[in-house]
Nanobody
Framework: QVQLVESGGGLVQPGGSLRLSCAAS????????MGWYRQAPGKQRELVAT???????NYADSVKGRFTISRDNAKNTVYLQMNSLKPEDTAVYYC?????????????WGQGTQVTVSS
């Protein structure tokens, strides 16, 4: 069984920074793409950033230049460094990963971590 466990959310003032982490565990063979999504109240879940096993990255236009995604393949962990945070970044942030485990490849989600940007 594969699990994704997130950490690092919280309350921060506008202009501040937060770092999210997400660790995948279980009988994992390969972690392909890892990424972060977010869902604000009353809105659909949206892509924030993804990073492939090669290290290539993709960002939503709204976070380019402010957020940085990275991963540690040895630890099956993905990070999201969020700088210059704005109130509109307030959302529940979810980790996602495409993982091959026990011969099958599936998409997995974390439980979500709340990020609130407010003065």
């Amino acid at each position: 069984q594969v699990q994704l466990v997130e950490s690092g959310g919280g309350l921060v003032q506008p202009g501040g920074s937060l770092r999210l982490s997400c660790a995948a565990s279980g009988r994992i063979s390969v972690v392909y793409v890892m990424g972060w999504y977010r869902q604000a109240p009353g809105k659909q879940r949206e892509l924030v950033a993804t990073i492939a096993i090669s290290g290539s990255t993709n960002y939503a236009d709204s976070v380019k230049g402010r957020f940085t995604i990275s991963r540690d393949n040895a630890k099956n962990t993905v990070y999201l460094q969020m700088n210059s945070l704005k109130p509109e970044d307030t959302a529940v942030y979810y980790c996602n990963a495409r993982i091959r485990a026990l011969g099958n490849t599936n998409d997995y989600w974390g439980q979500g971590t709340q990020v609130t940007v407010s003065s």
